[in-house]
């Protein structure tokens, strides 16, 4: 009477639930991630990776580091037409019911926040600040955790209309180190920038 | 000659009655219904004037229209506005520059009564203005991808209210208006 599952069947089963597995997958999240292209020659994944890039189109829920998650991620670049991350900048953080707190940069410019470190309540009111320069976002952040959600990483925004350039702290050059930290493991200056 | 002018009279009479006939159905076609035929209403809720001058407008952009929410292209109910997504124009108009313009409010105010046509003209007769998902949304009465955009009682809650129940004997709070636009608190 007992009936056992040949090899067979086991492939088939498991191709199908490889099938509803896949059909399962979110489109737009799985367009978004491959969207974001390949890692960059010579950054291995981790903390300096994808300097500029929306952090957390792979770091949420659903997402291909779920594992990592981040409330709050982004880059501070130096100058406004050239993408050299600044070190130790504050991003000083307010969220809806006040709370507050302060990330810093690493040497590309990357910042990031996990749950297990704040969990604001949207929206969140922003300034990004190193020395004695400040520079605060006229408007609220009002649910994305990815800062490139909006400040696109092209230096000249595809649509005008709709996105905004990356952020940047000074309007010139950084004071002290116009190349970056001299003492990065990886490039400063994100591939492709003037 | 006899049979001439009977001929005569019974064109002139021909015309008479046509032309008679014209103007009478000219008239009926611009008059309007008897009185009382036709319930004429004339309402002050919802106004596009209050929405403008009060501030209403504001209110939305600051809390719904950041470019990561009701500011970003892919959403229902799009807010314009000076600080988020801005009206394709050949002003150099950017998001953060300048002011929100008079084309942006009015397609703000097109884009908040559209969202539920019906709903709206319910509650402009009347109907209670939380049915709408203007207010349940942000609220959280409803679920709400971008959470709370306004807390229970705060001054955004009693200028929208407002606006949506504006009469002579209940006038907008422009005040609650004026105080929920300044956000976030700079």
């Known amino acids: 009477m007992t009936r056992f599952v040949t090899g067979k069947r086991l492939r088939t089963m498991a191709v199908l639930t490889g099938i509803a597995i896949v059909s399962c997958a979110d489109p737009v999240l799985s367009d978004a991630v491959e969207g974001q292209g390949n890692e960059t020659s010579g950054v291995e994944k981790g903390e300096f990776h994808r300097a500029g890039q929306p952090c957390g189109t792979c770091h949420q829920e659903g997402g291909p580091a779920a594992d990592f998650p981040f409330t709050v991620a982004g880059t501070v670049f130096a100058q406004p037409m050239r993408q050299v991350g600044v070190e130790a900048a504050e991003i000083r953080m307010t969220d809806a019911d006040g709370t507050k707190y302060t990330a810093k940069t690493n040497c590309v410019g990357n910042f990031f926040v996990t749950p297990a470190e704040w969990q604001p ?64 493991k990886v490039d400063p200056k994100r591939v492709g920038s003037p | 000659m006899k049979l001439e002018v009977s001929s005569h009279f019974r064109l ?28 004429r209403k004339v309402s002050t809720r919802a106004a596009p004037g209050s929405f403008r001058t009060a501030g209403v407008t504001t209110v939305f952009e600051r809390r719904c ?8 292209i892919g959403r229902n109910m799009r807010i314009y506005s000076s600080r988020g997504l801005r009206l394709p124009n050949e002003a150099g108009l950017r ?13 703000n105010y097109q884009s908040i009564l559209t969202l539920e046509p019906e709903l709206v003209n319910a509650v402009i007769d009347g109907a209670d203005p939380y049915t709408l998902l203007i207010l349940k949304k942000p609220l959280e009465l409803e679920k709400h991808k971008g959470g709370g955009a306004i807390r229970k009682g705060d001054d955004a809650e009693r200028c929208i209210v407002s606006w949506l129940k504006e009469d002579l004997l209940t006038p907008i709070d422009t005040v609650a208006c004026t105080n929920a636009a300044t956000f976030p608190k700079e």
């Open chain 2, 12 to 39: 002139v009479l021909a015309v008479g009655v046509l032309s008679a006939l014209s103007i009478s159905s000219s008239l009926t076609a611009c008059s309007g219904p008897e009185k009382g035929e036709l319930e």
């Open chain 1, 121 to 184: 309540k949207y929206p969140i009111l922003v300034e990004v600040a190193k020395n004695n320069v400040r520079r605060s976002m006229r408007s609220a952040i009002g649910r994305d955790a990815s800062c490139a959600g909006c400040h696109t990483p092209d230096l000249e925004p595809a649509d005008p209309f709709s996105q905004v350039p990356h952020i940047y702290l000074f309007s010139g050059d950084e004071p002290g180190s116009p190349e970056g930290a001299a003492d990065c």
């Open chain 2, 95 to 107: 998001p953060g520059v300048g002011e929100t313009t008079l084309d942006e409010i009015t397609a």
């Open chain 2, 65 to 72: 229209g950041s470019l990561d929410c009701h500011g970003g």
